[in-house]
């Protein structure tokens, strides 16, 4: 077992220590009051019936029937603190992997399965539940009842306890074998639950849907899914049975003790008699140890097989924040915030391979707008990501009036930066709702006004519901450019002095081009524009293009003197028929 995560798997009940304090006082409690039963029972055999004795009788019986009316009512209170104690603690588990997960960089995602991150928070996390809510109630309840049983046996004749007590630490060592391996098939149970997971969200979405159908693959999929689901059902059946032969020994062997016990019990050479009446109280005590030592057996197989899941939760929360905010970060005013951005030989690279961004070095003065083209995978998408600092530079910095993007604090990044990306994601919620994502405090007159600056107003207006149709992969979708003008009308409503504009590559018909073009325009008014081009028709008023080619910028000036060079730029233009005479 890991020390180090069991110490931490211990301080996640911390805060709620004063609780579960009180839990536990609760049931050293009631186990204490359970094992007096045995003792009033031995007194009634033993003493009140054989003496006819009804006062003492009458108050053994009720003593007997307090003990478990209270211990019953204190049972109801103790599992309500104790869930109460578990969940909070799931609780705290589940949103820390959130918060952590939020904090992480794009890089992460990227690498990530989508499901991967689903099922550890669903499944990972719901597992540790049993083991959470119950165990250190489990631990203590049944320890000081055995240990209370232990005791009372060896009080009423030592000989008959140690004669039945022989057998348990052989079942201590059985069990902890059984729990090494239920920890290996939870292990490889929870691989395949994450599996299944990233199967389902990757081929049951919209996009998903699409590919599967189109490309004929849906039967394929449909079996791949089946294979890993057989192999959760068995890897479900192989943890269920491992060591369900070790559990039916004990038992069995807790089942015969009683009888074992009546033999010891009569034989001439054990000493002196045992009365009838500590005979029964003992075989009592020890029919209700059954079920304590058989819990604890069971406790520690499920501690071993959470572990498991703890390992694979704490590597989550452990994964390191490569993107963080400084301590003491620079906050810029809004009001003051001119939006000069500068590239100083910034290099960046995703992998080992080869460098995506190559000494790129880059003045934007606030106001401008400066035009990036070149070839797809040239790296302008990446140039666009530095700013907004969705990866930082390798080497090299880039800044946003003089100060280094590291340096400002997120919110002052966010508020100064807005990117249109290639992809437009819209949530799973109303129009409106998804628009107001980018300022929740922005009324419904703003909302409209920044769709009409979007030029989508009139597509939404139309629609029955309005603003209040719900899109997102379960509901309304909209166009390719519909979309993208939802993109402009968010940043509208963010109203930032920096955009970066990624021009989406699917193409447009001219209606919807224009309408997207004079979105982008208005929303370009007086602010620095890095716009990522694909249409080179769109880019000629702009007051500097840069040509980037394998992450290095090769050219860059005017259109007219970009056209009169004859260069790189010269020769795209030629390429896209969009030369057109001066
Ligand atoms: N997360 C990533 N991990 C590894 N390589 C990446 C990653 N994202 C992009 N790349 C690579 O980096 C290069 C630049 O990508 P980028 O998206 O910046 O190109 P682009 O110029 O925007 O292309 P397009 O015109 O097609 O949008 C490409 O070769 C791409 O394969
Ligand atoms: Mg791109």
Redesign the pocket.
């Known amino acids: 077992m890991n020390r180090a995560n069991i110490r931490r798997i211990l301080s996640l009940f911390h805060p709620y220590r004063m609780r579960l304090g009180a839990v536990l006082g609760l049931i050293v409690f009631s186990a204490g009051l359970d094992i007096i039963s045995p003792f009033l029972l031995k007194a009634i055999l033993d003493t009140a019936l054989p003496e006819r004795d009804d006062a003492l009788l009458t108050m053994l019986v009720g003593g007997m029937i307090g003990i478990a009316v209270v211990g019953g009512v204190l049972g109801v209170y103790q599992t309500l603190l104790s869930n109460q104690v578990g969940q909070r603690v799931m609780h705290d588990l589940r949103s820390a992997v959130y918060r952590h997960l939020q904090r992480l960089s794009?890089?992460f995602f990227?690498?990530t399965r989508t499901g991967e991150v689903q099922s550890r928070i669903a499944s990972d996390i719901g597992g540790v539940q049993n083991v959470v809510t119950s165990t250190a109630t489990s631990i203590v309840s049944n320890a000081t009842t055995v240990l209370a049983s232990v005791i009372a046996m060896f009080v009423l004749d030592w000989r008959l306890a140690v004669f039945s007590l022989g057998l348990l630490p052989f079942f201590v060592i059985l069990t902890r074998r059984v729990g090494a391996q239920r920890k290996e098939i939870t292990t490889t149970r929870q691989e395949t639950i994450a599996d299944m997971s990233s199967i389902v969200q990757e081929s049951l979405s919209v996009s998903g849907i699409l590919l599967g159908k189109t490309m004929g693959r849906s039967d394929a999929l449909a079996e791949r899914f089946q294979s890993e689901s057989a192999r959760l059902a068995e890897l479900e059946v192989r943890q269920r049975m491992a060591g369900r032969w070790v559990m039916a020994s004990i038992g069995i062997a807790f089942a015969v003790m009683p009888a074992a016990v009546y033999w010891f019990a009569g034989q001439s050479w054990v000493g002196s008699a045992v009365s009838i009446g500590t005979v029964v109280a003992f075989t009592t005590l020890q029919t209700r140890l059954f079920r304590p030592i058989m819990s604890l057996l069971n406790v520690q197989i499920d501690i071993q097989t959470s572990l498991a899941l703890f390992d694979r939760i704490f590597e989550y929360l452990d994964l390191p924040v490569d993107i963080r905010e400084r301590e003491t970060p620079v906050v810029l005013d809004r009001t003051t915030l001119r939006g000069d951005v500068a590239f100083e030989d910034v290099c960046f690279?995703?992998?080992e391979e080869?460098w995506?961004?190559d000494h790129v070095s880059l003045t934007v003065p606030a106001g401008t707008t400066t035009a990036?083209v070149?070839?797809?995978?040239?790296?302008?998408?990446?140039?666009?990501?530095l700013v907004a600092r969705l990866y930082d530079a390798d080497s090299g910095r880039v800044t946003i009036d003089g100060v280094d993007v590291r340096d400002l604090s997120f919110e002052s990044l966010a508020d100064a930066v807005g990117v249109v990306s290639?992809e437009t994601y819209l949530v799973h919620a109303t129009v409106r709702e998804n628009i107001r994502f980018a300022r929740p405090e922005a009324t419904d007159e703003e909302v409209e006004t920044a769709a009409r600056a979007a030029q989508i107003h009139h597509v939404i207006a139309s629609l029955p519901d309005g603003y209040e149709t719900v899109v997102g992969e379960r509901g309304y979708r909209f166009s390719g450019g519909e979309k993208q003008r939802m993109a402009i009308a968010r940043t509208v409503l963010r109203n930032p002095p920096i955009l970066v504009l990624?021009e989406a590559?699917s193409a447009l018909d001219t209606e919807t081009e224009r309408a997207v073009q004079i979105a982008l325009e208005r929303l370009s008014e007086g602010r620095t524009v890095i716009a990522?081009a694909?249409r080179l028709s769109t880019v000629r008023d702009a007051e500097q293009i840069v040509v980037?080619e394998s992450?290095r910028v090769v050219e860059r000036g005017s259109h007219d003197e970009l056209v009169l060079a004859g260069g790189r730029y010269g020769a795209m233009l030629a390429g896209s028929g969009e030369l057109e005479p001066a």
Do not use: V
Not at 374 to 385: A, F, Q, V, W
């Open positions: 794009l890089a990227t690498r690279r995703y992998d080869r995506t961004l990036i070149g070839e797809t995978g040239s790296g302008k998408t990446t140039l666009g990501y290639q990624d590559t990522i694909h980037l992450g």
